[in-house]
């Protein structure tokens, strides 16, 4: 078991940056994959990056490429989401997710724990 708590959220506007975090707790953290998540209203829930167990692989959707890094610190046991340049249109409640059972990181559905999100609003 994993457990997940998503903090950094809040209101910013275009062009601002803001860093969220994922801390957990419950089984060893440092030997799963980390997963960022959003979701917008009445939208399905999009893959924003992913980053392997010891940190050597990260992965991301193509909406965020060269404004979001994900990074973590396994002594933490927290992983981490610097978002730079935002947009309206990265408005969303984000989510991490531990332990894929594959390597289709990009897929929700390959993730059995869940944090609870942290709403992210982007003014114009």
């Known amino acids: 078991q994993v457990q997940l708590v998503e903090s950094g959220g809040g209101l910013v506007q275009t062009g601002d940056s803001l860093k969220l975090s994922c801390t957990a707790s419950?089984?060893?953290?440092?030997?799963?994959?980390v997963g960022w998540f959003r979701q917008a209203p009445g939208k399905e829930r999009d893959f924003v990056a992913a980053?392997?167990?010891?940190?050597?692989?990260?992965y991301y959707g193509d909406s965020v490429k060269g404004r979001f890094t994900i990074s973590r610190d396994n002594a933490q046991n927290t992983a981490y989401l610097q978002m730079n340049s935002v947009k309206p249109e990265d408005t969303a409640v984000y989510y991490c997710?531990?332990?894929?059972?594959?390597?289709?990181?990009?897929?929700?559905?390959?993730?059995?724990?869940w944090g609870q999100g942290t709403q992210v609003t982007v003014s114009s």
């Open positions: 980053i392997l167990w010891d940190g050597r692989a990260t």
């Open positions: 997710a531990a332990d894929p059972r594959s390597s289709a990181f990009e897929r929700p559905v390959t993730y059995d724990y």
């Open positions: 419950g089984r060893t953290f440092g030997s799963v994959t």
